[in-house]
């Protein structure tokens, strides 16, 4: 927000009022549009109106979907308070990649950008603002973010660093305005694999520099050495050919390019090379599909409030993944150009890092492919698949039993990436990993409870679907997780390293 402010508001020169004023740790955002001045110069109202809707349309919502309170819009930028620094960061993380969203159809000098910063630190409250060095800190963290970017200090950092699991780039100690301490400074990122880009992308400069710098060298002694005395007068000497016996020109890049090489004499039995196969010539990898029959069941549980109420659905039969969605399976997508990113990790592990709409984008590209109509499970078509005809509290029983799913006290080891597909055993329909490995998408929006939910077994699509039910648990949670009627739901358009999916077919 470029210099700092007072976050008091109201007349300074009034005495403060009686009491001590209540003060609490609070994870504090504080957001600011870049170049906003240039922006209300060039459109004043259309910039002002566009800001407020972002606001009243983006940031407000976000703020309050993950349990925070907005303190105060400031022109340029707001401020929020959170009691959970973990929701703290998972609201400016949804707020940026919305961002991204709404930007990408606009010329660059147009578009709307905030930087965030987010602080912890302990701050005095008022009605209608928020103060202390706590606040001071975010607004300076955010005066170093860049455009669309959120930046974290250590303090935040420690407390999300184990339960948000995304990258983060260590900035260092930073020395920030009026603040005695160096402070230090992270950078987010949403993409797990992140860190590793950008050291790539810098060692890729490096190796441009280098190879540029080669060449230069190269040049330089070319040039030396047809510079010579002595070299230009042997090339004076050379006995003259007669034209009659001159080589045939070399032909220019473009005649070369289309005329037809001959074999030589001595090489003419030999086979010809392989063709080097194009990787639009690789064979579609379908998933290996499950066929489910179909039937009635009781639906959640009384474990959690989001299970409740229990109630009966009928399932019509459907097929469903054997397994989650690979890495191999993903990436063919990727490489033809239909999803949004190249995934990393073992061919035969689940795909990570993907949002909703990322596992849209997949089953769009698979049915176009195939000709067959592929989607996402319902969230009644993945919990019956899940129970696989059972209704104990896990598929194999009511007590967990080491072994039987990926997840952080399920007997496993630990791990930072998810075991291959199909490293535990399969529950009675035959289906591997519906329970831990990684979180699953479904098609279903979220919905804090079942009331109102569908009974036939189809997804639930009214109400606010900027978020979506995910399924199963992953391999960082606890086996509370992998429990068929657990649910949860996320951002719709948020990668997180932890969210995968599988696919489902009608008949």
């Known amino acids: 927000m470029g210099e700092i402010r007072n976050f008091k508001s109201g007349n300074q020169d009034e005495p403060p009022p009686h009491g001590v004023m209540p003060r609490r740790l609070a994870a504090i955002i504080v957001g600011d549009i870049a170049s906003y001045s240039r922006l209300m110069q060039v459109d004043e109202e259309g910039t002002h109106v566009r800001v407020k809707r972002i606001e009243r349309d983006l940031i407000q919502p976000s703020i309050v979907e993950h349990h925070g309170s907005l303190v105060k819009t400031t022109g340029d930028g707001f401020i929020a308070i959170f009691d959970s620094p973990v929701e703290a960061v998972r609201c400016s993380i949804v707020i940026q990649q919305n961002l991204v969203g709404r930007n990408a159809s606009l010329p660059k000098d147009t578009r709307i950008e905030y930087r965030i910063g987010v602080n912890l630190g302990d701050v005095i409250v008022e009605p209608d603002d928020v103060y202390g060095d706590g606040v001071n800190i975010a607004s300076r963290i955010e005066g170093i973010a860049e455009p669309g970017q959120v930046y974290i200090s250590g303090a935040i950092y420690e407390q999300i660093k184990h339960k948000v699991v995304c990258g983060y780039e260590s900035l260092g100690d930073r020395k920030v305005k009026n603040i005695t301490d160096p402070v230090r400074v992270y950078r987010v990122l949403p993409d797990a694999d992140a860190v590793g880009k950008t050291r790539g992308r810098r060692e890729n400069v490096l190796l441009v520099l280098l190879s540029i710098t080669v060449m230069m060298i190269a040049a330089g002694v070319l040039w030396y050495l047809l510079a ?196 535990f055993k399969p529950n009675p329909f035959g289906l591997h990993d519906m329970g831990g490995g990684v979180d699953q998408w479904v098609e279903d929006c979220w919905h804090k409870t079942y009331q109102g939910a569908p009974t036939d077994g189809s997804a639930w699509s009214g109400g606010d679907c900027s978020s979506h039910v995910l399924r199963s648990g992953s391999w960082k949670n606890d086996s509370r997780y992998v429990r068929p009627s657990n649910r949860d739901g996320y951002d719709t358009n948020v990668r997180y390293p932890t969210h995968g999916f599988r696919v489902a077919l009608s008949p």
């Open 228 to 423: 010579q005395p002595g070299r230009v007068g042997q090339q004076a000497a050379a006995p003259a050919v007669s034209p009659a016996a001159s080589p045939s020109p070399e032909p220019s890049p473009r005649e070369a390019a289309v005329q037809t090489p001959q074999p030589s004499p001595s090489l003419a039995s030999s086979p010809p090379p392989a063709p080097v196969p194009s990787p639009s010539a690789t064979p579609l990898r379908e998933p290996e599909l499950i066929a489910i029959r179909g039937g009635s069941f009781a639906m959640g549980s009384n474990d959690d409030p989001t299970e409740r109420p229990v109630h009966q659905v009928t399932v019509k039969p459907f097929s469903i993944g054997k397994y989650p969605v690979t890495v191999q399976e993903w990436n063919e997508c990727a490489a033809a150009k239909e999803c949004g990113f190249v995934a990393i990790g073992n061919d035969d592990a689940p795909v990570t890092n993907v949002s909703w709409t990322d596992a849209q984008q997949y089953v769009v590209y698979l049915a176009k492919a195939t000709k067959r109509a592929y989607r996402l499970p319902s969230e009644a078509e993945w919990e019956y698949a899940a129970r696989g005809g059972t209704s104990t509290k896990y598929w194999w029983g009511d007590k967990l039993q080491p072994g039987m799913a990926g997840c952080k006290d399920c007997g496993a080891a630990a791990s930072e990436q998810p075991v291959k597909v199909g490293s």
